[in-house]
């Protein structure tokens, strides 16, 4: 076989493979994936470590989602966390008073891995060495950018620069052996001067270095179809937050501060208690290329309750 057949077969058996492989996972009952936000249940894990772990596991959890600061974050990231967490009422800790080693051993023992890890802009500019170290340790293939700091998104410029940014960040991600993907809260959404923000972000950042987690509430919050968009950037998004909604809601505003996520807190409720079509926003997802699938109930009261109403409930889909 000359050279060029022999490399023209061996990216066809490649491109199969990867077909096959999204057609199976297309394929695998969600239960079997089904991860945990932990934003959902900070204090319980300030407060009972070990058993909250044990708890999530008799659910049927398989997977759970941390979020910094960590002690490798930069101090501007702990100092922006301070100022929020009194209004949230824990402390903040990324590991929950933990070591990664120590966080990554209460996972494992009890069946439980960790693919993603949130943390934010300052870090992922500057501390990407640690941050890194700490995802090669926990076994998390991505670290994930909750959100876009006020200050650098006041117009399409700014997202203009962002996109660059993401893309560097990306690079520096990709060298470390890990990925860099972006979670969108509710901004973003709204045209601007006939422009969608988030379309600039998605058209000018490389498929290769910037991945995507969808939030479905903050995007409905903030009036976008997350089916629309799955098929729309069909490959780009790799995670989800799935979170179900007491009645239709959106922002007072364009979602872009934390104060109008907080007031709709209270609209987030376990799935198949609300008002979204989870069905129809599930298969989307899981049919343009979603891998990992997080319930998601910030801070919700009697987690023990509500997290397992949402498991239960998303085992019959």
Same mark, same amino acid.
């Given at each position: 076989?000359?050279?060029?057949?022999?490399?023209?077969?061996?990216?066809?058996?490649?491109?199969?493979?990867?077909?096959?492989?999204?057609?199976?996972?297309?394929?695998?009952?969600?239960?079997?994936?089904?991860?945990?936000?932990?934003?959902?249940?900070?204090?319980?894990?300030?407060?009972?470590?070990?058993?909250?772990?044990?708890?999530?596991?008799?659910? @049927?959890? $398989?997977?759970?989602?941390? /979020?910094?600061?960590?002690?490798?974050?930069?101090? =501007? !990231?702990?100092? +922006?966390?301070?100022?929020?967490?009194?209004?949230? @009422?824990? $402390?903040?800790?990324?590991? /929950?008073?933990?070591?990664?080693?120590?966080?990554? =051993? !209460?996972?494992? +023992?009890?069946?439980?891995?960790?693919?993603?890890?949130?943390?934010?802009?300052?870090?992922?500019?500057?501390?990407?060495?640690p941050l890194a170290e700490a995802a090669h340790l926990i076994g998390a293939k991505y670290v994930v950018l909750p959100s876009i700091p006020d200050?650098?998104?006041?117009?399409?410029?700014?997202?203009?620069?962002?996109?660059?940014?993401?893309?560097?960040?990306?690079?520096?991600?990709?060298?470390?052996?890990?990925?860099?993907?972006?979670?969108?809260?509710?901004?973003?959404?709204n045209k601007v001067n006939g422009v969608m923000p988030l379309d600039i972000i998605f058209d000018q950042t490389d498929p290769s270095l910037v991945?995507?987690?969808?939030?479905?509430?903050?995007?409905?919050?903030?009036?976008?179809?997350?089916?629309?968009?799955?098929?729309?950037?069909?490959?780009?998004?790799?995670?989800?937050?799935?979170?179900?909604?007491?009645?239709?809601?959106?922002?007072?505003?364009?979602?872009?501060?934390?104060?109008?996520?907080?007031?709709?807190?209270?609209?987030i409720t376990s799935c198949g208690e609300g008002v979204l079509d989870l069905p129809k926003i599930l298969t989307a997802a899981k049919q343009n290329?979603?891998?990992?699938?997080?319930?998601?109930?910030?801070?919700?009261?009697?987690?023990?309750?509500?997290?397992?109403?949402?498991?239960?409930?998303?085992?019959?889909?």
């Amino acid at each position: 076989m000359k050279r060029r057949q022999f490399l023209q077969s061996t990216a066809l058996f490649s491109v199969a493979t990867l077909l096959n492989a999204n057609e199976m996972f297309a394929k695998t009952p969600l239960v079997n994936i089904l991860g945990l936000g932990l934003f959902s249940i900070p204090k319980m894990l300030e407060n009972n470590f070990d058993s909250t772990f044990a708890m999530l596991a008799e659910m @049927g959890y $398989k997977e759970v989602e941390c /979020f910094g600061p960590y002690e490798f974050s930069t101090e =501007k !990231a702990k100092a +922006s966390w301070n100022s929020v967490t009194p209004r949230l @009422g824990f $402390k903040g800790s990324g590991f /929950f008073n933990n070591t990664a080693s120590g966080f990554f =051993k !209460a996972a494992k +023992s009890n069946g439980i891995s960790i693919p993603s890890m949130h943390t934010d802009f300052d870090t992922l500019s500057n501390n990407m060495g640690p941050l890194a170290e700490a995802a090669h340790l926990i076994g998390a293939k991505y670290v994930v950018l909750p959100s876009i700091p006020d200050i650098e998104r006041k117009n399409l410029d700014d997202y203009k620069r962002v996109a660059e940014k993401f893309n560097s960040i990306g690079a520096e991600a990709k060298k470390e052996g890990i990925r860099f993907a972006y979670h969108n809260h509710g901004y973003g959404l709204n045209k601007v001067n006939g422009v969608m923000p988030l379309d600039i972000i998605f058209d000018q950042t490389d498929p290769s270095l910037v991945y995507f987690e969808m939030d479905i509430y903050w995007t409905i919050a903030g009036g976008a179809d997350p089916v629309e968009l799955f098929k729309k950037h069909k490959g780009r998004y790799k995670m989800m937050h799935i979170k179900d909604m007491k009645e239709a809601k959106r922002f007072s505003g364009d979602g872009g501060d934390v104060s109008q996520r907080i007031s709709l807190y209270p609209y987030i409720t376990s799935c198949g208690e609300g008002v979204l079509d989870l069905p129809k926003i599930l298969t989307a997802a899981k049919q343009n290329g979603v891998e990992h699938f997080f319930v998601e109930q910030d801070m919700v009261q009697t987690p023990e309750i509500a997290l397992k109403k949402s498991i239960d409930y998303l085992k019959t889909l």
